[in-house]
């Protein structure tokens, strides 16, 4: 049993894995492609029956299918803003303003008034007093009152002279003056004063919403003049004060009096004041409870008669029953649009998109890829709706919408398609998108037309491409094809006008070279977000002074002789039989990167004939070996060589045996009872999937194998290259490639053809004996059955001359 825990991915890992290797991806991609369509086609579910205006002569006559109902909007919101002028204003009534002031008041006099009654303090006693010095008198209350004036012109709410101060001082802080203030302020105050009492007799008679501050409290106060105004209120304290100082305070100088009436003028501040936010508050509650006006349409009635002018009634009625209808329908529009919508791509991937030797991980980023052009580009003819109608609020003269749609460079989705997963996807993506987009322009059967033609197209131009003005050409090319299509659909669907032929191949024109630069504007990213490796980086790849060919040079010489030979060989052979040469080419360079790990383990690599599998075991030789596979895999993926150069480099040596160490390990344990594996010397694998791969699985095998011919004539190549092909074939490498019989006699006629030229016989070029005759046969690797010139021999001045010219001064 094992006990040990299963080792759990991250979150972020588990969700990638997920997506890549499930098989229910593709349903998840189904579903969400029809929900984001059906609500990008949402507003065009409802087809417009009625498209008359005020004025307008009707064609025929329409009656009420149904009873229905109208809202009278006139009546509505008149009865809306008699709503809100019934909201009365709301004040609100600061009563404990009041109650806080006179409170503060009597304190401020009591707590003085104290202070003058009291025995005066005696001051600190002194330690010692000097001859001559006076003893310090006592503080006094009065010195006590003036050096608090402040505490009192708090407590009081206002500023108090030097000679008002003095006063009150003089009449000890009176208790009658406290009360005056005190019954004088309450009186005007508990009356009411507001701010602004013009804005409040505004309201006339209607009255006000008076309510205490608190929220607690809430009367209708209708006799509004009764409030003083603030000046009102001041002026309105003399006369109140007036009985009062006649019956009160008779013991209270004129002076005083006067006090009296200035302190409780300016202690006044409004105490009802206007609630802007509650009233309108209360307005905007009250026209929201208001119900709409509604009247009866009855079944049967006429709405409209054949050949009188449209009035506005008529216009509203028609309008509410085309409304009512599409908000009964729209629901049933948008399930069917939804079941069509996944209908349609379910019948497309079943009938045209066959994945053949594509693993489950391939198809789903491919899916991925095909779903997020779809929809991207989807968006693309969405927002295309609304730019008419924003180009033409922008200029002074009218543009027909059918001239600005054709400006949308939709193909761009085609040529993306193309570029990264070739030609027949392509066209199977320019069908379901033009149907699609049909959808959104209110079926429009012209816009199918245009759409699928230019996309078609404009993938057709970009299917070779491994440059990058290629995206250029292909966007003039296309913009050329737009305008005659453009001005094919404007002569079906439209009045025949000059103007709007112009404007439709301006338009049009524009859309294909922007289709154009928008691939060559997305290509990269696209690219890098789902690892696709297109021509154009397969032409930088093939760059020999790319990084890791450079390290391979080098780091293993002789591997990367051989790699440039296997590139050569497949590029040509490819060529030959519908093979992407460009691809294989690029893989032959790199399908042996992995030796840079262990490079003198490899027989290319070694030199002064020291090899060092003499000295390991068969089994242990066999695995340095393949293991330049893996160390491949994991540079192709740290220098980002794509996933097409990392496959093959997976499966260059398929699962073939290594030979040489298999045989060897046999012939060691010949005496005992032990058995060699040979899955021990087999190459992981898997056999190769593509024909590029088999190409450079057999290019790779046969430039070694000619490496070790003694005497490389065309008839030995010939009938090694036949030999070494039959083997490849009869092993089952091939299995999972589309490579035919037809094609294999096709590769190795080429193969013969190149390995001889590689391979040819040289002219022996005769050298010059020491007697100035020619070396017998010609053969300048003999030398004469005397003995060489030795140096001593020689001329001087012909060696001098001979090192001038090799450049040696």
């Known amino acids: 049993m094992n006990l040990r825990p299963e080792k759990r991915l991250p979150l972020r890992e588990s969700i990638r894995a997920y997506f890549t290797t499930s098989g229910h991806v593709l349903w998840i991609l189904l579903a969400v492609i029809t929900l984001l369509f059906t609500l990008i086609i949402y507003p065009n579910l409802s087809v417009t029956k009625f498209s008359y205006r005020v004025g307008d002569i009707a064609e025929k006559n329409i009656k009420a299918p149904r009873d229905f109902l109208i809202q009278d909007d006139a009546a509505t919101e008149a009865s809306r803003k008699l709503a809100i002028r019934s909201v009365l204003p709301v004040y609100d009534n600061n009563t404990e303003m009041v109650s806080r002031q006179v409170a503060n008041v009597r304190s401020a006099f009591s707590v003085f008034r104290a202070i003058l009654t009291q025995p005066p303090v005696p001051p600190p006693p002194q330690p010692s007093a000097e001859p001559g010095m006076e003893p310090t008198a006592a503080a006094t209350p009065l ?22 101060y003095q006063v009150l001082e003089t009449h000890l802080f009176s208790k009658t003056i406290e009360d005056l203030i005190c019954r004088i302020y309450t009186e005007i105050m508990t009356n009411g004063v507001v701010a602004n009492k013009e804005l409040l007799l505004r309201q006339g008679d209607r009255g006000i919403t008076l309510r205490t501050v608190e929220g607690k409290e809430e009367s209708i106060a209708k006799n509004l003049k009764a409030y003083y105004g603030l000046e009102q209120a001041q002026t309105m304290v003399r006369i109140v004060a007036d009985p009062l100082f006649k ?10 009096l006067n006090l009296i009436v200035d302190f409780t003028q300016r202690m006044l501040q409004p105490n009802i004041t206007l609630n802007g936010s509650e009233t309108e508050i209360r307005a905007k509650r009250a026209a929201e409870e208001v119900k709409p006006v509604l009247f009866k349409v009855k079944v049967g009635e006429m709405i409209l008669r054949e050949g009188e002018r449209v009035t506005e009634l008529q216009l509203v009625k028609l309008q509410e029953l085309q409304l009512q209808t599409r908000n009964r329908h729209l629901f049933s529009r948008s399930i069917g649009a939804a079941m069509v919508t996944a209908f349609f791509l379910m019948i497309a991937f079943l009938v045209h998109y066959r994945p053949k030797n594509e693993g489950i991980e391939d198809r789903n980023k491919n899916m991925f890829f095909l779903a997020t052009v779809l929809i991207t580009f989807l968006f693309v003819a969405k927002i295309s709706l609304s730019v008419p109608g924003v180009i033409g609020a922008s200029l002074e003269f009218d543009i027909h919408e059918i001239s600005v749609y054709f400006g949308m460079p939709v193909a761009a989705g085609a040529m993306a398609v193309c570029l990264f997963m070739g030609m027949e996807a392509a066209l199977f993506f320019s069908i379901v998108f033009a149907a699609l987009v049909t959808l959104v322009f209110a079926n429009q059967f012209s816009i199918f037309i245009y759409i699928f033609l230019s996309s078609a197209m404009a993938a057709f131009w970009l299917k070779n491409c491994r440059e990058r003005k290629v995206f250029i050409k292909a966007g003039a090319k296309l913009g050329l094809l737009n305008v005659v299509l453009a001005t094919g659909v404007v002569t079906y669907t439209s009045d025949i006008s000059v103007e709007i032929y112009l404007w439709s191949a301006l338009f049009a024109f524009t859309g294909g070279l922007a289709s154009g630069i928008v691939t060559a504007g997305i290509a990269p990213l696209l690219e ?51 093979a992407n040469p460009l691809l294989a080419r690029v893989c032959g360079y790199y399908h ?74 046999k012939a060691q344990k010949e005496d005992s009872e032990e058995t060699v594996n040979p899955d021990d010397f087999r190459y992981p694998g898997p056999k190769p999937q593509t024909v590029e791969a088999a190409i450079v699985m057999m290019s790779d095998v046969l430039e070694a194998a000619t490496r070790s011919l003694d005497n490389p004539t065309p ?83 012909e060696g001098e001359g001979h090192l001038k010219r090799l450049g040696i001064k």
């Open 143 to 164: 010195d006590e009152v003036w050096l608090r004036k402040q505490e009192f012109e708090d407590k009081m709410g206002i500023e108090v002279s030097r000679g008002a």
């Open 247 to 256: 019956k009160e305070a008779a013991d209270v100088d004129y002076t005083a």
């Open 528 to 578: 890098m977000l789902f690892d696709y490796t297109t021509d154009i980086k397969l032409l930088e790849l093939a760059n020999l002074d790319q990084p890791i060919l450079r390290r391979l040079m080098i780091e293993a010489p002789g591997t990367y002789n051989h790699s440039v030979i296997v590139g050569t060989l497949a590029d040509a052979v490819a060529s030959e039989i519908g």
């Open 592 to 665: 042996d990167i992995g030796k840079i790990e262990k490079a003198q383990y490899f027989i290319e690599n070694q030199t002064e004939g020291k090899n060092r599998h003499d000295k390991l075991a068969p089994s242990m030789s066999a695995l340095i070996l393949t293991g330049h596979v893996k160390a491949g895999i994991e540079i192709a993926r740290q220098y980002r060589l794509g996933k097409p150069i990392m496959d093959t480099i997976q499966q260059h040596h398929g699962t073939s045996i290594i030979e040489y160490f298999y045989e060897k390990a």
């Open 715 to 797: 008839a030995r190549i010939q009938g090694l290259v036949q030999n070494l092909i039959n083997k490849i074939f009869v092993s089952g490498q091939l299995d999972y490639c589309e490579i035919t019989l037809k094609d294999l006699h096709i590769m190795a006629k080429r193969f013969n053809v190149v390995l001889s030229g590689i391979n040819h016989h040289r002219i022996k070029y005769p050298e010059k004996s020491g007697n100035g005759q020619k070396a017998k046969n010609g053969d300048s690797n003999r030398q004469p059955s005397g003995d060489a010139p030795g140096p001593a021999e020689r001329d001087a001045g």
